[in-house]
């Protein structure tokens, strides 16, 4: 048996329609408050029908504190992965170091 969607009045434009509970996927943003999206900081999600939860997700999708955010994350995330290549890069270059002084050592 498959279930019907659950048909209730929408938060947003108020007509009886199938809804759906808006999740946002947008996770932590770099704002001075934490939480800077619209959508992490209401207290509790709407019920929306497709119409108004597709409206919601372009506006999101297009917030241009939401897209520069995002860009920052994308710049912390490249540099991080460029310190952890040089962290590993060191290491292994400690380590030829120290095999090599072993292996002289070992030859005397």
């Known amino acids: 048996m498959t279930e019907q969607p659950i048909e209730a009045q929408c938060d947003n434009c108020k007509q009886p329609r199938p809804l759906f509970l808006y999740e946002p996927d947008c996770g932590l943003h770099l704002g001075a408050g934490a939480f ?26 297009n917030d241009p504190q939401l897209l520069e955010e995002d860009a920052t994350f994308r710049k912390i995330a490249v540099a991080n992965a460029r310190y952890a290549a040089r962290q590993e890069a060191d290491r292994a270059t400690c380590d030829g170091i120290a095999a090599a002084t072993q292996n002289a050592e070992e030859t005397r």
């Open 36 to 61: 800077t999206c619209p959508w992490c900081s209401i207290p509790k999600q709407p019920l929306l029908c497709s119409r108004c939860w597709s409206a919601r997700k372009t506006r999101e999708d």
